[in-house]
């Protein structure tokens, strides 16, 4: 079965330093990959995917993934973080059992935390 | 350009009732996929709308059940609420012909809460 992993709960950062979010996949097929941050009491926000081509995908308010197959991992990271990056942050993948429904699978998201 | 906009959102209810949420998406957008989000959870699936009809459904009861109109605008309902249904209900919209590479636009969601 399809799946996604968040293995941290919250990153914790301080600001100007370099962020990294993991996630890593489970899937048969060819993965599409996505990331989303939520606020709080707001929607979701997308930030980046990986379709096919590079496997460094750069995203939205300076954010970047490297997709990496042989570890099965789409890890966010960011060069510099700001305070207001702090937020939570959801990595998805593309249900490819129900074929082009357009159905994410999301994992349990981790709160990324950027102190001053 | 308006983005995928939703109503009420916040809103109270006790065991047994029915609600109704609505989703109203982006401009350009045929479809639109509704999610249920438990606090401290990712969403989760609920199911998906084009062209009128539901194309694909999550794990979900019967209880749930949706509707999309002409406009492409759509409704949730649920009925015979339960405590458990209590979570942010997410509406999210894209095109059906880019529905494997394009992302979902998602909108800021109706808070339900069952007392």
């Known amino acids: 079965a399809q799946s996604v992993a968040q293995p941290e709960d919250q990153v914790n950062v301080a600001e100007g330093n370099p962020l990294t979010v993991k996630c890593t996949y489970s899937?048969?097929?060819?993965?599409?990959l996505f990331w989303y941050v939520q606020y709080p009491n707001r929607g979701l926000q997308f930030l980046l995917k990986?379709?096919?081509?590079?496997?460094l995908v750069k995203g939205s308010y300076g954010f970047e993934a490297e997709f990496n197959k042989s570890q099965t991992s789409f890890h966010l990271k960011k060069p510099s973080a700001l305070v207001s990056d702090s937020a939570l942050y959801f990595c998805a993948v593309r249900d490819e059992i129900s074929g082009n429904t357009g159905k994410l699978i999301f994992g349990q998201g981790t709160t990324l935390q950027v102190k001053p | 350009d308006a983005g995928v906009t939703q109503s009420p959102t916040h809103l109270i209810k006790t065991r047994g009732q029915q609600v109704t949420l609505r989703c109203s998406p982006k401009s350009g957008h045929d479809t639109v996929s509704w999610y249920q989000q438990a606090l401290g959870q990712g969403p989760q699936f609920i199911f998906q709308?084009?062209?009128?009809?539901?194309?694909q459904r999550g794990n979900f009861p019967d209880r749930f059940s949706g509707h999309q109109f002409p406009n492409y605008s759509s409704e949730l309902n649920v009925n015979a609420l339960l405590l458990g249904d209590s979570a942010l209900y997410l509406c999210a919209s894209s095109l059906v012909r880019a529905s494997n590479t394009g992302e979902l636009f998602f909108g800021e969601g109706s808070r339900l809460t069952v007392l």
């Open positions: 899937v048969s097929g060819n993965p599409y």
């Open positions: 709308y084009y062209e009128e009809e539901e194309r």
């Open positions: 990986y379709i096919t081509g590079d496997n």
